[in-house]
């Protein structure tokens, strides 16, 4: 069957070349973030489960995890958490499977709990900073898990499968829902350096530039009007490493030099930094300052939820197409708002990178209907923006070939999902 | 002081003009809407409250509703829901104000679960559907609410207007994040089809044609290729109101000539139209419909959360730029997030309304800066779309006198707010 | 098969005629009768509901309701709830029957929901009172159900019943746990006042003389010491109908008079009484009194929990054998904590009315084994208090043949339950 | 100031010596005592707290935890909890303290979540029974806590305590409520050996005699008749340690013997022994035996509430007086639930320890009046069951005297409970 997609010419000024630009990543510890990863990690954990028991990854649909914002009090050396963060994972899956010889029972409740936990292990978990403050963000935020069994449609949808293509060869598990995905490549200098740098602070930073009384809650805004690029960044200070407004004046100061020489690494740009911007810096008063216990801003009342932070690539760009899906904690395997989204990307990079310098902008737009096969898309958009009519002409073809390659192949983004392989946020 | 305000030219083909366009709006009754409607509703009740008790707006972030839905059985003729729907507002608010001569302590979690009532009440209570079914959204629903006081940090950063600028007369509250908003004007014709058709589902076909079996969850797709625009609605059918898998068939049938109908009043565009897509219309088993007891999908599991569905203009359109913001629960005084994607869409339009056909697009993104006055963006962009660069020069001056005047008068917008005046979703 | 059924002579001074007795009883407005009502009308409607359906009362057992306090500030003449309370029902219950020709699910978390209601609609629901207020207790209480669906082995148990009795045509439902019901009879002086009293505070002080200051929050606690009886009764005033402190301590004046008049109906013991003990009378502080919006103190802080409060008679009563079971919520079925309590009361009262005055006091222990029929209890004990051994020699044989008569006739005690005849609280 | 103590004759046959007995005690694991023991956990980490913050133990009263149960699939040799438990501690606590000098803020959610892992780390963890499931019931059983603030007015009360005794030197600090605490002495060989052998199933049984099979959960009921003690308890088995339904049954059989064992060192009675008597030992299938994966029952349904089980002496006895007070979570301070309970205890055992066999049995209640001194109670019962009048003329001096003295030196108490040194359960 021939899909439907569209390669069109995107005539116009690319958004790098544009006047102005705005981009933002909320990094890993940003509750928003935080809420995202957790809400994957189930997903994935519950997909590995479903195809470890069963043979393949059953309904389920996780993706409105709640990160509730705790209360604490930080102060310059110390200070104490008062009231734990909560989360509550959110969402339905599949607990019972009825297989030809036997009915499995799936712990869900239990696996959402036991794999918020890893998560937060994995990556809050400091042991030295559990000892200074005596708090663990692994062990004593509180997690809890409501997880019902799935609206029973989507379940009926979902089973329809083998029904509707007895005799046909190819993919057709059916669309969950009508949504579309979005995605574009080349990443501008600007969305490579806002991604670049809130990796690098939650990275070399701390791990080779030994600032460790920087936190895990770092968000990254960039505004760039011309060649002058403006980088706001808030970052959530560690208190306990921190013996005074003077001292943490000097790690934000610290920060900055090491954010600038980065930066300087990563463009020729010119480049302003801002840190920390709402602190008051002729204060000697801790609640002035961006200070906490955890390094996380959720510790005292920065809330959280699934699919309000960074799209598919890890960023959000109000000058670029952007999809509202939430993709993190959606099953990757009949969930079009996850799929679209990752697969719009991978379509976007791949036209870019063969292209080169011929193509300067790829977008594309994947919709979905329910109950339709998922790797036949209703429409599918691509818009090149080249430097002319010749190029897009050039172009064109492959573009459709490749985004043909891609839907065709649909069924491997689930594996890839599953295995980790595929970042959502 | 001077505004930073770039007004630039977008020298492109118009979404209008394009090859390829997506709209979706999901409606009054979709969960993610109906999580907006109830946290916009609790913070427009805080703000009353506050007002009324002190005299002015206090800090409160209460945009992170969760909606969980239910279990029910729907069949031909009735049903039953089996586990009501769950709904948890959260955020933060300040429960306890100190003024000069008293304290005051706010009701707040009371005022939550009474303002979510009085929500659904207004928009969902159909007393004729409570009497055939037994079920009342607005009484049987369960409402919960956790509402913390807040960070201690936005608290902070919500009383130290007064002090930063003593001696000057205007607007000095500060922002209270690093955010941005995004706008853009005039409506296309497929985003007008759009949201008209969902306020025509939801509105004259029950109240002038009498196709009552609808119900109010109702979710319009449209994707555009050249001139041919096809609808995608879902619309969840009431059970009670049906009596058979071909009454329902029936009732799709009546929907679609309504909404073909409409569809050639508002446009000369050739239109599709498919509803319920996933039914399996050869089946007579109600599983295979989308049927009801509510007309609601979150009587059985479909879950919603603030910020997932509608921008403040009411749609999601990936050709459009958008922001990730949940402005719904937002407070209206220092939450750029709200503020500014509300203002940027003022902007765009009075823009649009003033040059008429001379500009086919234009775009606005305000972009804040935590601390900083919210008059004061540290950037915003307008871009106009125009017939010619001629047009261009001649609309630039007078864009950047509207988009000055808008933020000098940011401070009226929160009272349009509060008093319900502003749509955010 | 005969029952093992032991009438033992108990050779003591009866109670009422002892120096000392303590008698408590916790009104309709308690939070601990509160939660008792709510976990027995949850049972009582699941059992319809169970026999609507399916023709038998399934296994359930709710009997873990809390009621847990909300905030109010309280003035005179006002005042408000600023946290509502919250009601959680807690415990299992079966939620799907597979029926030899279909499949029927029960909406048992909506039934907890509206059953709550309705029982606080019932008990608490005063027009007046919530248009004096803004507060209704039946409808701003936030109700919340978490229902599991019960233990594997005690829904085994259960559904053993016809297996293990097949040719058996007696009663044979196993108990579902090992446990044991007391009962006494009859009530001493002290014991009639205290229930009478608390009867007369919520019933006709209100309805007759007209005193609607005084709330259902009732709690009466005698200490007989001799002829004298003490009575320390707390009963929460109503805010909006008490202008001042000097109308408060006019209104606990007149409910006194009311109570002693009372009194002196019931007993011709002398009668000492106390109201509202830990009011500060020199105050005109409305914090020093015992004041409520809603007459109920968790409006406030009082928790309450089921089986925490009066045993199946109404009473407390450290002078009387007692049982610590909580009967309201459990089954009325299989469940011995509630059969066996009661049963072992009617048991007692039957005995002691037959035998008037020659039977000073009967007290009944009835001990289930899991697993074995409920009509077979491991040990039947009835003591008789009698004047002398020859009275007791008398009775003893009827004695015997009244447990016997009760015992053989349990089943008839699941259908008194379910029509809400018999009292467990 | 003189006490209001009354010392009667209890002319009656002791308990000992009557026809019919019953005793009860729930273990350590069961979901009754472990609510218990959470609760009190909590209430001592509380008490640490405050001292260690402002010297003194502050208002709380955290006597209403629920466990409520799990859902599992226990199978010989393994299983899995597929729902973890769900821990909810309730109740209130003052959370800040306005000294002099500063304001301090108490960590109280947090320290409820810890106290309560550190607790179930501290009974229940056994790394090799983690290793062998995979489940832990320190970490892996979700917890999480909802403390409010306390009703307005008992934190009144707690306060008034300097303000009205100003010129008084003894205690006065006022009873919180109107209640009682009762107490008896000797135990019963019936009443030792139930809670001996409690404590010897979760003691030697799995320490010295290496029966690591057999769970914490253990209820033991005895029935006596005459000299006859038939002795029913339930013991929940651990499935990764039992291969079979025979090694099940085998392993019954070596506890019956222990048992068996100990209760002839303990008691000269005959003594009958049957565990776990739903059974259904012809059967193969595990559902059919009392088989668990953690050795706890409440992995699968079963719930438990604070004040439901043991009373303060650890058994359940409707042959004596008893309390419907729940004593663990209360503050050991003004909560007369609590403090005349255990002190009712003290005062019956030292005249019993005193008396030797010249009093049969002591039983003593105190009834307090809300806002009256603790030390002060409105009226102290002793009750002696003497070997005839004369040994009863003997000792009511000294009994009145025993009583007094702990009436007086009530204050030290608080300290005993603080420190652990008194059990509740």
Same mark, same amino acid.
């Given at each position: ?14 958004? /790098?070349?544009?006047?102005? %630009? ?59 958490? =008062? +009231? ?47 000892? +200074? ?61 806002? $991604? ?34 403006? =980088? ?14 003077? !001292? $943490? ?15 300087? !690494? ?12 709402? &602190?008051?810096?002729?204060? %000697? ?16 009342? &920065? &809330? ?47 036209? /870019?990178?063969? /292209?080169?310098?011929?193509?300067? !902008?790829?977008?594309?737009? =994947? ?10 898309? /209703? ?9 002319? +009519? ?36």
């Amino acid at each position: 069957m021939k899909r439907n997609i569209v390669v069109s010419w995107l005539d116009r000024v690319p958004v /790098a070349m544009g006047e102005v %630009e705005l981009v933002e990543r909320k990094g890993i510890g940003h509750p928003d973030s935080l809420a995202d990863g957790l809400a994957e990690a189930f997903s994935r954990s519950l997909c590995q489960l479903y195809v470890d028991e069963v043979g393949e990854v059953l309904h389920h649909n996780v993706d409105q995890s709640e990160v509730s914002g705790g209360q604490s009090e930080a102060v310059f050396g110390g200070g104490k958490v =008062l +009231e734990p963060p909560y989360i509550l994972l959110l969402g339905r899956a599949v607990d019972e499977a009825i297989t030809p010889d036997r009915r499995v029972r799936f712990p869900v409740r239990d696996l959402a709990v036991r794999t918020a936990r890893s998560y937060l292990w994995e990556h809050f978990h400091d042991p030295s900073l559990v000892s +200074e403050t005596g708090f663990s963000v692994a062990e004593d935020v509180i997690v809890d898990a409501k997880v019902g069994k799935g609206s029973q449609d989507l379940i009926q949808n979902f089973r329809r499968t083998a029904q509707r293509c007895p005799t046909d060869h190819r993919t057709c598990r059916p669309a969950n829902d009508t949504s579309f995905g979005v995605g574009f490549a080349p990443l501008t200098e600007t969305e490579q350096l806002v $991604y670049e740098m809130e990796r690098f602070i939650n990275g070399d930073v701390k791990t080779k530039h030994g600032l460790t009384a920087t936190g895990c809650d770092v968000k990254v805004m960039a505004s760039r009007r011309g060649k002058k690029i403006d =980088l706001t960044i808030a970052c959530a200070m560690i208190s306990s490493r921190i013996a005074s407004a003077a !001292e $943490y004046r000097n790690v934000v100061a610290q920060l900055h030099d090491l954010c600038q020489e980065k930066a300087a !690494e990563l463009t020729d740009s010119e480049i302003g930094i801002v840190i920390n911007h709402a &602190d008051n810096t002729a204060s %000697e008063d801790p609640s002035d300052y961006y200070l906490t216990i955890t390094g996380l801003s959720l510790e005292n009342g &920065d &809330d959280g939820s699934v699919g309000r932070g960074n799209r598919v690539n890890g960023l959000i760009t109000p000058f670029r197409p952007m999809s509202m899906e939430a993709a993190a904690g959606k099953n990757p395997v009949t969930h079009v708002g996850k799929l679209y989204n990752v697969l719009a990307n991978q379509i976007a990079t791949q036209i /870019a990178d063969e /292209a080169g310098s011929e193509v300067f !902008e790829v977008q594309v737009r =994947l919709l979905s209907q329910i109950g339709s096969p998922i790797d036949l898309p /209703a429409l599918a958009s691509v818009e090149l923006c080249t430097r002319d +009519e010749a190029a897009f002409r050039r172009w064109q073809p492959r573009a459709k070939e490749i985004a043909d390659g891609f839907l065709e192949g649909i069924e491997s983004l689930t594996d890839q999902i599953v295995k980790g392989r595929v970042g959502v946020f």
